[in-house]
Nanobody
Framework: QVQLVESGGGLVQAGGSLRLACAASGSSFNINLMGWYRQAPTQRELVATITSGGTNYADSVKGRFTISRDNAKNTVYLQMNNLKPEDTDVYYC?????????WGRGTQVTVSS
């Protein structure tokens, strides 16, 4: 079992920045993928993912968001710059290990215009 604890959400003005963090803990595990999703109106959509092979971003956040990972801490970060009102959403941390998906509870990001 893997537990995920997210932090770093909040309220920010358009053009501002926030940094999300997600720490994974639990029994021994080998994390294959870590990432962030957000709850779009109809379905959860990918924001960014990171694996040993590299990173992947949604087109809407390329050039503004950066995902990174601290393997020693089993923590994934999402640096969000030049935030826009349309980035307002609940952001969820995702971890894939041994073929299983785990999700955090979500953290609210609100961008005011």
């Amino acid at each position: 079992q893997v537990q995920l604890v997210e932090s770093g959400g909040g309220l920010v003005q358009a053009g501002g920045s926030l940094r999300l963090a997600c720490a994974a803990s639990g029994s021994s595990f080998n994390i294959n993928l870590m990432g962030w999703y957000r709850q779009a109106p109809t379905q959860r959509e990918l924001v960014a993912t990171i694996t040993s092979g590299g990173t992947n971003y949604a087109d809407s956040v390329k050039g503004r968001f950066t995902i990174s990972r601290d393997n020693a801490k089993n923590t994934v970060y999402l640096q969000m710059n030049n935030l826009k009102p349309e980035d307002t959403d609940v952001y969820y941390c995702n971890v894939v290990t041994f073929g299983k998906n785990y999700w955090g509870r979500g953290t609210q990001v609100t961008v005011s215009s």
